[in-house]
Each structure stands twice: as structure tokens, then as C-alpha cells.
């Protein structure tokens, strides 16, 4: 495989792994809503929408950090980290606020990313023995 094909490949799954991280959710969030009650459904579907903006902000903006100078992309690096950070405990606060007693249905919503991830990866290195063959 060329550089250009691996580069084609991996901008195709950053893109697609928003997608699947909210099919995924859905998914269990529909699951969830027959099992539980549909507030609980709610927020594991909210934890997977966060945790695919959340991933498709990191990915914006470390590209655009990347274009920059090394002092310049320094900075704006760790100020987009803190907002990051900032925002999600922020979320979790409301979380804890008014729905204490089903946070771990968020939480869970927001590791549906972590599936994602593991499928990806063993996507590609299924991917990967097919062209050492």
C-alpha cells in the first residue's frame, strides 16, 4: 500500500468514526429505552453524540493547530485541551446536578467511542494481513 492510499484510508475512518460512534449508540440507546426507561436511553445516547463531537473537535482542531508555528500551535494546544476539559466536567456537573442516579448511563453513552476504536482496529489489521498474503 503507498503512503497515498494509507493517508485516503485513514482520513476515510477519521470521518467515519463519528458516524459509527452515533449508529452505535443509537443502537443501544434503543436497546436501553426497552430495557429501562426512556431518560436513561436519553443519556447514553447524549454520552455517544458528546463523545462524537468531542472527537470530531479534536480532529479539527489538531489539524488546524498543526498548521501553525511551533510556539503558536503550543499555546493554542494546551488552550484547546483545557477548554476541552472544562467542558466535559461541565457536562458532568449538570449530569451529577439533576441525574445523579444515571450518570453511568452517560458515561457508558460517551465509551461507545471505545468499541469504535477497538472495531477500527481490528478492521485494519485484518486489512493489513490481507496484504502481507
Known amino acids: 500500500m503507498t503512503t497515498n492510499q494509507t493517508s485516503f484510508e485513514n482520513e476515510r475512518i477519521l470521518h467515519r468514526v463519528p458516524l459509527e460512534v452515533l449508529g452505535l449508540s443509537l443502537i443501544i440507546s434503543i436497546l ?5 426507561d426512556p431518560l436513561t436511553a436519553l443519556l447514553f ?4 453524540g458528546v463523545s462524537a463531537l468531542n472527537f470530531i473537535w ?8 498543526l498548521h501553525r508555528n511551533k ?5 493554542l494546544g494546551i488552550f484547546f485541551y483545557i477548554l476541552r476539559i472544562l467542558l466535559i466536567c461541565s457536562i458532568f456537573f449538570i449530569i451529577i446536578f439533576f441525574l445523579s442516579e444515571r450518570i453511568v448511563a452517560f458515561v457508558a453513552g460517551l465509551s461507545t467511542i471505545i468499541l469504535i476504536f477497538l472495531a477500527e482496529a481490528g478492521r485494519a489489521l485484518a486489512t493489513q494481513s490481507k496484504w502481507k498474503r
Open 32 to 36: 436501553i429505552l426497552v430495557l429501562f
Open 45 to 48: 445516547f447524549w454520552g455517544g
Open 58 to 65: 479534536l480532529r479539527k482542531t489538531s489539524l488546524n493547530i
Open 71 to 75: 510556539r503558536k500551535a503550543l499555546t
